[in-house]
């Protein structure tokens, strides 16, 4: 189930209607038989998000054990926080490594700058990946991740590589999330926030923006690279990237 943002002039007063009939006004909205008036407005806040994204304070984020020093050990129903460059940087090795996100929670406290990381380590690596993907939540608490730079031929490549939420109840999610992208350049399965995402997943309240998204092959999309099975559902996001492949190209979603 997707439910997409705007990201050009969509009518006279940007928004999407219920059912997706052009009014007369240049609007997109319900059609005459159904009886629906009511308007879902998707334009984006002035903070770039379209929903409220915040949902904890900094009193809460403050008693939260920090990645740094959790020591690659999260335990399921707890929340971690993420206050710098170094915490993010942490929780993609510690991924990389076979961490157990399930059930886990992870809170940006702050905007987060990856050009320091990249100029270390020449490119970000992406959270998650067809080995040990990404299975817990990240709440960017209307956060943005800025200066997103990729550039290699791994398959399933973005802020996050893949992200599984398995068969069952346990969805993984990514919510309340920006990101600022230079430039996002790999093999296949290539997205401004995550290359994969596959079983019960939830995207929300999230958006890409900035620089290009660019696939050797297919599936390459300005949010998601490419989806697996019928499962995820992705609300309240939209991307203004520049996104290019071969094919199964899409501006959200490859």
Partial sequence: EIEAGITGDVGAKGQIGTQGQVGPSGDIGPREETGLEKW????PRSDGFIKDPVK???????SMCPVQLAGGIYHSGECYSILDDVDLWLLQEDVAHGADTKGVTFVLGHDIDLEPIIKGKGSWFSIGTETNPFRGVF???GHSIVNLWIDNRDFSQGLFGVVFGGTD?????IRNLGVSIATVHAE?????????VEGFVSIGNCFTTGGDVISNTDTAGGLIGEVGGEKVEIRNCYS???VSGRDEVGGLVG
């Fill in 40 to 43: 879902v407005d998707l334009t």
């Fill in 56 to 62: 904890y304070t900094d009193k809460e984020i403050g």
């Fill in 139 to 141: 709440d960017g608490n």
């Fill in 169 to 173: 109840a346990a969805t993984a999610e």
């Fill in 188 to 196: 296949a399965e290539v997205g401004g926030l995550a290359g994969r």
């Fill in 240 to 242: 203004d990237c520049r």
